[in-house]
């Protein structure tokens, strides 16, 4: 019977190895955002692979950005935007204690929070949000790959 057993492991083994060989190679895609050629910080650079896997990563005050582990092959990409912040200074913006604009620790006299200028949207950005009209893709098929992206 010890015979038997051996011979499902080793068989479940091979069929391991061989499902393991299929995985596709995975890469590092680094590169920059720019809007009018200006690095963008603090946006959300989205890859969705072929297996329709979904790998963000979010910019550094350069604008630089780096995914690691996504699968080689098609890559469709989208940029997440966040609207702009009201201008420093501008009325009804408190700083919290952190010296960062605030609504939540400005209190009025009659106890409610100040209300600050709504945030300003990125309208020229929005064909950005979505893969499937951003316009960005590319094939990844090195290691470690840059794509540069360059908004309008």
């Given amino acids: 019977m010890s015979w038997l057993y051996r011979a499902a492991a080793a068989a479940l083994a091979g069929v391991l190895v061989v499902l393991a060989g299929c995985d596709r190679p995975r890469s590092q895609v680094s590169g920059t955002v720019r809007h009018k050629g200006t690095p963008l910080p603090k946006v959300f650079v989205i890859a969705i ?80 949000l979505d893969p499937n009209t951003s316009g960005l893709s590319f094939d990844l098929r090195d290691p470690e790959q840059t794509y540069d992206i360059n908004l309008d």
């Fill in 49 to 128: 692979a072929a297996d329709n896997q979904t790998y963000t990563a979010a910019t550094g005050p350069d604008g630089r950005y780096a995914l690691t582990g996504v699968p080689r092959g098609a890559i469709r990409v989208a940029v997440q935007v966040p609207e702009s912040a009201p201008p420093q200074g501008e009325k009804g913006a408190v700083a919290d204690r952190s010296g960062s604009k605030s609504d939540d620790d400005a209190i009025t006299k009659g106890g409610k929070a100040a209300s600050s200028p709504p945030a300003r949207p990125r309208p020229e950005l929005a064909k950005y």
